[in-house]
């Protein structure tokens, strides 16, 4: 079954250090999401990507971040000076269709800023 | 503000018996709604989808939409051991993104 895949699992950096997370989403699937999870917190929303452009971003999703989809199968997010309140879990996920339709999630990456 | 709430937990219910988890959300826009489970650690993990007010059952999963009191709920009948995890509710207000609740911690007691 196909599978978002992300890494590395789990990520230690310095602060101010920059980051990038990786993500191969489903293959035939046409939108793509980052997610965040603060630990004991909710899943926050950060953007979405359609079409080589973002189509939606969080007010978290600052000029410290961006995406990129470099190539036909990898997504990535970097963050590109870390603070100490960007440690969180980062989840990938991948849909289809727009919004509605269901997004799976990678297995995520663990980011810990130090 | 569009909000989707969950009681937080945590839930305890006996092996074998119906578990039911309760979302609420604040906005009539909504279009679609999810239930994922989530491990200590892990990823969410997609259970049901439901678009359309009743009732949609998989398996031992039953989720119930009811659009015009905001509500959408999920049932596990003959619940099991590995089913304690923290299940969470996600909504998507007609926008690209889902906007969860916190969650439910639900424990299965042997």
């Known amino acids: 079954e196909p599978e978002v895949t992300q890494t590395p699992s789990h990520q230690v950096t310095q602060m101010g250090q920059e980051v990038i997370l990786r993500c191969v989403p489903i293959?035939?699937?046409?939108?793509f999401y980052w997610y965040r999870q603060i630990l004991g917190q909710k899943v926050e929303f950060l953007v979405s990507f359609y079409n080589n452009e973002i189509s939606e971003k969080s007010e978290i999703f600052d000029d410290q971040f961006s995406v990129e989809r470099p190539d036909g199968s990898n997504f990535t997010l970097k963050i590109r000076s870390t603070k100490l309140e960007d440690s969180a879990m980062y989840f990938c996920?991948?849909?289809?269709?727009?919004?509605?339709?269901?997004?799976?999630f990678g297995p995520g990456t663990r980011l810990t800023v130090l | 503000q569009k909000e989707v709430e969950q009681n937080s937990g945590p839930l305890s219910v006996p092996e074998g018996a119906i578990a039911s988890l309760n979302c609420t959300y604040s906005d009539r826009v909504s279009q679609s709604f999810f239930w994922y489970r989530q491990y200590s650690g892990k990823s969410p993990e997609l259970i049901m989808s439901?678009?359309?007010?009743g009732d949609k059952e998989d398996g031992r999963f039953t989720a119930q939409l009811n659009k015009a009191s905001q509500y959408v709920s999920l049932l596990i009948r003959d619940s099991q051991p590995s089913d304690s995890a923290t299940y969470l509710c996600a909504l998507n207000f007609g926008n690209e993104k889902l906007t969860f609740g916190t969650g439910t911690r639900l424990t299965i007691i042997p």
């Open positions: 439901i678009y359309s007010n």
């Open positions: 293959s035939n699937h046409l939108y």
């Open positions: 996920a991948s849909s289809g269709n727009r919004g509605t339709d269901t997004q799976y």
